[in-house]
């Protein structure tokens, strides 16, 4: 009787230690597929609900916080949070403004790179940086341009590339 009376105790510690160790295994593989659907701007794939994540002119809203583009211009996230690029186009008069910001669009940057490259279509531009750090071009061809799409050529910061990123005028990403 007393076998009995053990071997039921340890079959139910065994059961109970099984479906814990079951229960932390399942966790652990939903934790790690909820990371790997996680796309690179952070947002979840599988969820159907609204993060709060919305365009409008001159912001960039994600979450509880509004991107606002400091200078009126459109907002281009690069790599997530990284960094936010800024364009300004007065199409009027042809000329182009590039700002760099951190990824919450507060602190302009400045990086030591002078020349970045714009691929519009079959036009290339070429914009300079000026001693704040702003790119800066005028080009006939820009004038009564009100909207675009763009290719970044080049573009480090911080040691980081930022090729190939397009930018969306005048929505933004």
Same mark, same amino acid.
């Given at each position: 009787?007393?076998?009995?009376?053990?071997?039921?105790?340890?079959?139910?510690?065994?059961?109970?230690?099984?479906?814990?160790?079951?229960?932390?295994?399942?966790?652990?593989k939903s934790h790690h597929?909820?990371? /790997?659907?996680?796309?690179?701007?952070?947002?979840?794939?599988?969820?159907?609900?609204?993060?709060?994540?919305?365009?409008?002119?001159?912001?960039?809203?994600?979450?509880?916080?509004?991107?606002?583009?400091?200078?009126?211009?459109? /907002?281009?996230?690069?790599?997530?949070?990284?960094?936010? /690029?800024?364009?300004l186009l007065d199409n009027?008069?042809?000329?182009?403004?590039?700002?760099?910001?951190d990824g919450e669009a507060?602190?302009?940057?400045?990086?030591?790179?002078?020349?970045?490259? /714009?691929?519009?279509?079959?036009?290339?531009?070429?914009?300079?940086?000026?001693?704040?750090?702003?790119?800066?071009?005028?080009?006939?061809?820009?004038?009564?341009?009100?909207?675009?799409?763009?290719?970044?050529?080049?573009?480090?910061?911080?040691?980081?590339?930022?090729?190939?990123?397009?930018?969306?005028?005048?929505?933004?990403?």
């Open positions: 009787m007393k076998f009995l009376i053990f071997s039921m105790l340890l079959l139910g510690l065994v059961s109970c230690y099984d479906d814990h160790a079951d229960h932390h295994k399942k966790e652990d597929d909820e990371k /790997l659907s996680q796309k690179e701007d952070g947002h979840d794939e599988h969820h159907d609900h609204d993060h709060g994540h919305h365009h409008g002119p001159g912001g960039h809203t994600h979450g509880d916080y509004e991107l606002k583009a400091p200078n009126g211009g459109a /907002l281009t996230k690069l790599g997530g949070d990284a960094a936010v /690029l800024e364009v009027k008069i042809g000329e182009m403004k590039i700002y760099l910001f507060k602190n302009q940057l400045k990086i030591e790179q002078k020349k970045l490259n /714009l691929v519009i279509k079959d036009l290339t531009i070429a914009l300079t940086a000026d001693e704040e750090g702003v790119f800066r071009v005028a080009n006939e061809k820009l004038k009564g341009l009100q909207k675009f799409d763009a290719e970044v050529a080049a573009l480090e910061i911080e040691g980081l590339p930022f090729d190939g990123v397009t930018i969306s005028y005048p929505e933004g990403n």
